[in-house]
């Protein structure tokens, strides 16, 4: 058996096809069924979309694709916020560019036609994987009918998606955590990840755990066991208390954001009986 090997060019490669076939799809004025038309498989973070989010639903997209036989079925990130909205998280914008990762070709959001028509017109050719959340926004709740994978380090919301057909959720600081360690276990190769994805995985853990000096974490030895597998698999070694002060710096850094985009970048919000808080 082939050994799997994820690479931050077959990365590439897979987003820019995938993404470019789905925006023909989406956008075709008579919604078809999947005989007529691939089964689009979109990989979705949370509305907040941060780097743990983003970074898990390219990195997972990658992997299902690779583990596909069938053609017919397409493996995608959907970065989940406005195109525009992009640009605010400067850690993103950082570590992105430093991978040498197009992000402009992602799909985000806006670039898709309303949840409630995509539930409606799309049942046979669509389909998501919730990463890093587990109950979907109350804008996007019309999508829950079209939810077949849930990976997430969030409470669980026990939501009953029809379509749901694996779900797993573990108490860790990061969801690159979680999904790092599920695709070690499957492909039972130690170098799984080229030197670019693992600093991918790697940059993520460090923000998530607080480099990993938080106290009172979720599950803290798994993330520290994750981040040291990944570092010790490196063909270059890299310095991580420098890589982790150079995201941060990044993340906090507000000095060209306007007052909107600072609200935007990190408003959150949730419904508790009706009852909307934002």
Known sequence: MQKI?????????QVKENSKTALKVLNDTEPGSA???????????????DLDSMTCAMIYAYFKQTQEKDKRHLYLPLINVPKEDFQLRKDAVLLYDKLGFPINDCLFMDQLPPPEYIAENWSGSARFILVDHNLLSVEQSSLAVLVEEIIDHH??????YPLLEQKIIKMVDSSCTLLAKIIYGISHNPRVFDDNLALALIAVILLDTGNFQKTGGRSSPKDKSTFLRLVENLDEKINTEELYKELIGARKDLKSLTVAQMLRKDYKH???DGLRIG
């Open 5 to 13: 090997r994820l690479d931050i060019e077959g990365l590439k490669k």
């Open 35 to 49: 005989t007529e038309h691939p089964m689009l498989h979109f990989v979705l973070g949370n509305t907040s979309s």
């Open 155 to 160: 409470k669980d919301g026990n939501y009953a």
């Open 270 to 272: 949730w419904e508790f």
